[in-house]
């Protein structure tokens, strides 16, 4: 079984798969509508391609094969080996979210900062059509975020969900979306994780915001570049109106950018800024192809006017993980380890998610890297040129040490 499938089925090594056929009926029953399928990684080379060569690439590869939501892929590409995640499937007849492809069937492939598709007709696809918001952990979990139970849903029925009632019904009734919401916690608990994935849920063109990037010596620029973060999502609005694709802009650090007014009076940039960003969230009141994350761990710090209605008006503490969702996150981190056999049996997770009470997400995630940097530094000779990497196996002595060493640092968090 591949890498890729052992990502996709959630798989560790060694364990018991059981296997079940599926009775294909006869066409046209199964044939797809529809297939969108986003972009997970293109070994970080840019493509760019138009719309009718790359459909014809994949039906030559893939025809008559049978695809589903959340199906992880290889698609080869004029040399390009591209990851790709099926993002929704839709039958011809039926409800499904599986079928066959055909020269028929509607392909859409959502762009990305390396992946740009030209000549492609515009499929707006606010929310996935199978979301299942009564299990968030399930579908979190599909999109490689740990730790959570249903703890979103609110957040979701308030922010997301909206979105998808239709622009025209939405105006009838006067409802207005609820313009972004801040994620504040500790340090290291997935705050960014979490406004990727919901970035991804509402196949959404991502922007993250990093507050130190927005600030500059020269007049005028730190506000030029805040007023730069909405052009693209302008430009959509101008362009195609209420079937503007939606835009999610995440402001990594808010308080970096974004502190009380006049708690610095010779500091007027900051202040400066802050107005820039409250006349361009104003500006989008009534709009609806914007969506506002911010992440920071000192919430006191953020002006209090940009948190009024209309604005990031919802609020939601991100914590450390309980046991159950340590031991959920130490699952996702060794999984690779454990496929390569790279995982000692003498490893308890049990046991290190009751040991690593108040470890963040990334304490954790450090904490089996270390183990395995450990690992591999014992598996190293006299002559590093004859190391056999393949031997290195990471033990309890291993994570033991490593546990011991993230203590003795204040853990990464």
């Not at 009564?134 to 997301?160: I, Q, R, T, W, Y």
């Not at 999502?233 to 835009?247: F, R, W």
């Not at 006191?300 to 996150?329: Q, V």
């Amino acid at each position: 079984m591949g890498s890729e499938a052992d990502d996709f089925l959630d798989l560790l090594y060694g364990e018991v798969v059981r296997l079940k056929s599926f009775p294909i009926p006869p066409p046209p029953d199964l044939e797809l509508s529809t297939l969108g399928l986003e972009v997970e990684d293109t070994g970080k080379r840019p493509i760019t391609a138009s719309h009718p060569h790359i459909t014809k690439d994949f039906l030559q590869q893939f025809k008559g094969q049978i695809f589903c939501k959340e199906q992880l892929l290889f698609f080869e590409h004029r040399g390009a080996r591209v990851h790709m995640r099926v993002s929704f499937a839709t039958q011809k007849a039926g409800n499904a979210c599986r079928g066959k492809l055909v020269k028929q069937t509607e392909i859409h492939f959502f762009e990305s900062d390396l992946f740009k598709v030209s000549d492609q007709k515009e499929v707006k696809m606010i929310l996935r059509r199978d979301l299942n918001i009564h299990d968030l952990a399930a579908e979190m979990k599909s999109l490689g975020v740990g730790g959570f139970g249903n703890e979103l849903k609110d957040v979701f029925s308030m922010l997301v969900v909206p979105r998808f009632i239709p622009q025209e019904y939405a105006r009838e009734v006067r409802c207005k979306y609820k313009q972004g919401i801040i994620f504040h916690g500790p340090p290291g608990t997935g705050k960014t994780l979490i406004a990727r994935a919901i970035s991804k849920i509402v196949n959404g063109k991502l922007q993250i915001v990093r507050g130190p990037e927005i600030f500059s010596n020269f007049m005028g620029s730190s506000e030029a570049k805040i007023r730069a973060v909405f052009n693209s999502a302008i430009n959509d609005l101008i362009e195609k109106g209420d079937k503007s694709p939606l835009h999610v802009i995440v402001f990594d650090e808010l308080d970096s950018i974004a502190r009380e007014k006049g708690i610095n009076p010779s500091d007027t940039t900051a202040d400066r800024v802050v107005n820039q960003l409250l006349t361009m969230i104003d500006g989008y009141s009534e709009l609806s192809n914007v969506l506002l994350v911010g992440t920071t761990n000192q919430l006191e710090l953020i002006d209090k006017a940009l948190m009024r209605p209309g604005r990031f008006e919802l609020h939601m503490e991100i914590g450390l993980p309980n046991e159950a969702g340590r031991k959920e996150i130490l699952r996702i981190n060794v999984k690779r380890l454990q496929w390569k056999g790279a995982l000692s049996s003498s490893v308890n997770l049990d046991e290190l998610a009751k040991e690593t009470k108040g470890f963040s997400g990334a304490a954790l995630a450090a904490l089996i890297q270390t183990a395995f940097f450990l690992a591999v530094t014992r598996a190293v000779p006299e002559n590093i040129a004859d190391t056999v990497w393949a031997d290195a196996k990471v033990e309890q002595e291993d994570i033991d040490r490593a546990f011991g060493k993230l203590k003795l640092t204040g853990r990464t968090d």
